[in-house]
């Protein structure tokens, strides 16, 4: 299996992640099919369309339908089987394939636009977390709930400490570009799966307005 | 009339019912002129316009200024002809005349990028419901309201369908394609028709958590 | 002090009062840092992205870096300094500050859409007003906190009257160009200050269902 092959075959179990986790996020709700397959595929390839519309360059989906049909086909099977794929132990596996394909993603797409020479150091970062948290954004807003960017969940910054880290390698030590990839995507992956397996959060002291209320009480 | 008057004049009565509906859909809070302008632009020019952005092609409203004109006039002379223009008959009025627009620019959309050859079957049809359905979604957004994906309403199942049929003419018989395009334009609209005039929804067992709501009675 | 250095110090002192002022609106709310980063730098870049896009042209912070580093760095500061700068005296600074920045930034987008000749005269109106409040739309959308539509500040309406303002000159006396634009700045501002001074809003009257709603009392 060439790397090429390697990074196909991850990219397609992020984009079933996404749109799985995306369709198993209404679960409760009652949404039908057409609703179920809007939020699949916004989940999946929302941010990267940002990323691609940002930088003028030539939107992903448009030339590579394999994210918009395994995205569609997932959340179709998602739908029907969401009694059995939102079991505990089902579910979680989605969470930790979603962990890693955030992690790839966002590795990859900071790694893409510092090649691309657009920005550097600072946008190569945003675009990598954009990419990463864009389409989950999008469908929060789209269904009416807290975005992530409200809630103390680590989803977020794993990402941004790992496309930082990145950054500090291409602009650095740019030999050890590959070797840097690899560590960066395992960190993110590691500090996002921690956060799933004990429930870690972003405790109150980390937050703004915390003196505030507590000098109040 | 020929035929580009014709379509001309129906783009025109789709803008004057998208523009309508947006700024009566909040005729109940208290909105400024400003704010029932924006709606009315957004909703009317909202989906074409991220439909062009992904496509890379030029904004289709910075050219043909009609669309914004009459927006603009129609946002205007709702806002003070709410009282006249929400009464019963009125409204139904509108509502008629946006799901033939709807029906029209999505079959539209989904021609138009068939015939660009851009990720034909699948991007085709998405463009299409993006095109149809993208302005509402941002107008919901932006008022705080559930967006039609959490309704149960046949607003965008009639549109997947339209534009469904609309790809399969495309693909497998292609020489039908204008006789193909007033079919789907018609069944859209006529499903949509319908669902106006007889209050048609989702119904219950259409949707995900079904079983498990009716298991846990 | 040339002009262009006058307008980057002026850009630069904007996107403080963005970031700063997005920053503070939700120190009352648990966020995190990352959180506060992504509304600053989304409320200082978001208007102008929206606006670069639609005319496809390069977005505007790929290559002009300092804003994002502004605003990153505002961000940042604002967090940790929110008990100080969340201060009546200072938080009006901000807005004030905030005012001139909307002011500048529409009047600005406004004059270069016109020039680039895109649309005259509705789209250089339209995209000045998306340039001045499309970052702070989309923060609020984000946050899950009525957009500034849904409200009867006068935030909005003074970009209006100063954006057409500005256009009738570039219409009707183009020779009064840079007076025009001195002009139309000045009017934005003072409007948009007086309301911050005197808490101004839009008068019932002026708002939609307000001769219902006293119809029914």
């Known amino acids: 299996m060439s790397l090429q092959d390697f990074h196909f075959y991850v990219a397609m179990a992020g984009t079933v992640a996404f749109a799985g986790s995306a369709v198993l996020s209404v679960a409760d709700r009652k949404v039908d099919l057409f609703t179920a397959v809007v939020l699949g595929l916004i989940t999946a390839v929302g941010g990267g369309t940002i990323r691609d519309v940002i930088l003028d360059e030539p939107v992903f989906w448009l030339s590579s339908l394999s994210y918009l049909w395994v995205a569609l086909a997932t959340s ?10 939102g079991r505990h132990f089902v579910h ?14 966002a590795v990859e797409a900071t790694g893409k636009v ?24 999008i ?13 103390r969940d680590l989803y977020a910054i794993p990402v941004v400490i790992g496309c930082t880290v990145l950054a500090l390698v291409l602009a650095f030590a740019p030999e050890y570009r590959v070797h840097g990839s690899i560590v960066c995507l395992v960190v993110t992956f590691g500090l996002r799966a921690a956060a799933i397996r004990w429930d870690l959060q972003v405790p109150e002291w980390g937050t703004m307005g915390f003196k505030k209320k507590q000098a109040a009480s």
């Open 139 to 151: 469908r929060d807003v789209l269904i009416g709930r807290p975005t992530l960017l409200m809630s």
């Open 92 to 105: 979680r596996l989605f969470l930790y394939v979603d962990a890693f394909a955030v992690a790839m993603f």
């Open 114 to 137: 510092w090649r691309l020479d657009v920005g550097v150091p600072i946008v190569p970062v945003i675009l990598g977390v954009v990419t990463a948290i864009g389409g989950g954004l």
């Open 76 to 85: 179709v099977v998602t739908f029907f089987g969401s009694e059995f794929l």
